[in-house]
């Protein structure tokens, strides 16, 4: 017999099953982390399941966490976006990843397009403008929010 849901069992509690996917934001700036965690849960189909701060951070919380996509930030401090995505991309479950990057050097987004995420999208100052992109982005990977 299986334990109720969100009864314990062993010291584990069994959540309900979600259809809402899973997305680790990783970028070091907060205001903007928040406001975009603000915009994908206000989307209803998105939560967000951990908000790391750099990218070493960003590769314990997927290995943790196990998001079904990652919002990855280029710039940022102790291991950068690039370096995250090249390590994500050796790993056997690597979730899909969009950049999301305020860089606008067209050699700097080049860069980034080579180690070929899944997409590579803008910040703007409204975050709620980029979840179509994650909308879109997660159905093309097969994690349909």
Do not use: C, W
């Not at 314990?8 to 309900?16: A, I, K, L, M």
């Not at 975009?36 to 989307?43: G, H, S, V």
């Not at 899909?96 to 910040?123: F, N, S």
Request: glycine letters at 6%; hydrophobic letters at 45%.
């Amino acid at each position: 017999m299986q334990p109720a849901v969100g009864a314990q069992y062993r010291g584990v509690t069994r959540e309900p099953p979600s259809d809402r996917v899973r997305v680790l934001i990783v970028d070091d700036d907060d205001d903007f982390a928040s406001a975009m965690r603000a915009a994908l849960t206000a989307d209803g189909r998105i939560d967000v399941a951990g908000i790391a701060h750099d990218g070493l951070e960003a590769l314990e919380l997927t290995t943790s966490l196990r998001p079904d996509l990652v919002l990855l930030d280029l710039e940022m401090p102790r291991m950068d976006g690039y370096e995250t995505l090249r390590r994500l991309n050796r790993r056997a479950h690597k979730p899909p990843v969009i950049v999301l990057t305020g860089v606008t050097d067209v050699d700097e987004l080049g860069r980034a397009a080579r180690l070929h995420p899944d997409a590579l999208l803008q910040k703007t100052v409204d975050a709620e403008a980029i979840v179509p992109g994650v909308v879109m982005t997660l159905a093309l990977s097969g994690a349909a929010a």
